[in-house]
C-alpha cells in the first residue's frame, strides 16, 4: 500500500484519465453498430482495458510489489473459475436432461 | 468479490432469455448511463489526485479534490435517480405492475431485476463510498493526513476506483447491450 512512495505526475493521471473517456465514447459508438455476437466481445474487451488503467495507474497496482499484482490478479482468476465452472453446469444440464434448467 | 455472483446470475439469464435481454436493455437510456461513466471516470481522477495531494503534503489539494470526489459522486447518484424514476413511470419495476408498452418478452422482468439489483447495490456502494469520503474530508481538514501518513486517503480511494470498476462493467452489460445503429 504506502510502500512504494512514489509521486506519480499529474500529467500521468490526466493522461490515464483522458485515455478511460476516449474508450467509454468508443465503446457507446461501437455498440451503436451491429456486429452480432463481436459487440459483446468489443464492448467487453474495452471494459477490461478501461479497468486495467483504474487498478494499473489510478489504483497504484504499477508501483506497487510483485506480491500485490499477484494477489489482484488471483481475484480475477477466482472470478474466472466462478464463471467457467458456473456455465459449465448451467449449458450442460440440458444435454443430460437434467432438472432445474 | 460480492458483485461476482450476481454478474454470474445476468450470465445465466442472458443465455437463457437473449431476446429478453436485448429488448429491455433498448429500454435503459444510453446517455444517462454514458454520462454517469464519465462522471464516475472524473471522480476517480479527482480521487487520485486527493492521494497524491496527500503524499505531497497539500492540504487544500486533499480538500479541493475530495470535495470534488464527493461531488461527483453524488452527481451519479441523481442521475440514477431520474433514471429509476423514468423505470417507474413506464412500469419497468419487476412485480405486479410490470407491464411495459409495448409488451416485452417473457423473460424481461428478470433483466428487469438484476437491473435494480445490480445497479441498487452499486449505487448503495456509492452512498457508503460517499460517506466514507466526507469522513476523510473531515480529517483531512483537520490537516491529519502527511506525507508520512496518508493510509486512509489512500485506502479509502482504492475503494472509490473499486466502485468505479463495477461500474465500468454494469454500463456495457446493461445498456450498450441493445444499443444499435439508428440510435445515435
Known amino acids: 500500500m504506502s510502500t512504494a512512495h512514489i509521486i506519480v505526475p499529474i500529467r500521468t493521471y490526466v493522461a490515464v484519465f483522458v485515455g478511460l473517456l476516449i474508450c467509454t465514447l468508443l465503446t457507446v459508438v461501437v455498440a451503436a453498430y451491429d456486429f452480432g455476437i463481436l459487440n459483446t466481445a468489443i464492448a467487453l474487451t474495452v471494459a477490461c482495458f478501461k479497468a486495467t488503467l483504474v487498478i494499473w495507474f489510478f489504483m497504484g497496482v504499477r508501483y506497487n510489489t510483485p506480491l500485490t499484482k499477484v494477489a489482484v490478479i488471483s481475484g480475477f482468476v477466482w472470478l474466472l473459475i466462478l464463471f467457467g465452472l458456473g456455465m459449465s453446469d448451467y449449458v450442460s444440464r440440458p444435454w443430460l436432461g437434467v432438472l432445474g434448467r | ?184
Request: with cysteine.
Open chain 2, 1 to 184: 468479490m460480492f458483485f461476482g455472483g450476481l454478474f454470474m446470475a445476468y450470465i445465466v439469464y442472458r443465455s437463457m432469455y437473449p431476446e429478453a435481454w436485448e429488448k429491455s436493455s433498448q429500454e435503459l437510456n444510453v446517455y444517462m448511463g454514458a454520462a454517469n461513466t464519465a462522471v464516475l471516470i472524473c471522480s476517480s481522477l479527482t480521487m487520485v489526485l486527493a492521494v497524491r495531494a496527500a503524499q505531497v503534503g497539500s492540504r487544500m489539494g486533499q480538500v479541493v479534490n475530495l470535495i470534488l470526489t464527493i461531488l461527483f459522486g453524488s452527481t451519479f447518484l441523481v442521475v440514477k435517480y431520474f433514471e429509476y424514476a423514468a423505470k417507474f413511470e413506464h412500469h419497468l419495476v419487476p412485480g405486479p405492475h410490470f407491464g411495459p408498452v409495448p409488451a416485452l418478452p417473457y423473460g424481461s422482468q428478470i433483466f428487469f431485476a438484476l437491473y435494480f439489483i445490480m445497479t441498487g447495490i452499486h449505487a448503495l456502494h456509492m452512498v457508503a463510498g460517499i460517506i466514507l469520503m466526507l469522513i476523510i474530508l473531515g480529517m483531512a481538514w483537520k490537516g491529519r493526513f502527511t506525507p508520512e501518513y496518508y493510509g486512509p486517503v489512500e485506502i479509502s480511494g482504492l475503494y472509490w476506483h473499486f466502485v468505479d470498476i463495477v461500474w465500468i462493467f454494469l454500463f456495457p452489460l446493461l445498456y450498450l447491450l441493445g444499443f444499435k445503429l439508428g440510435a445515435l
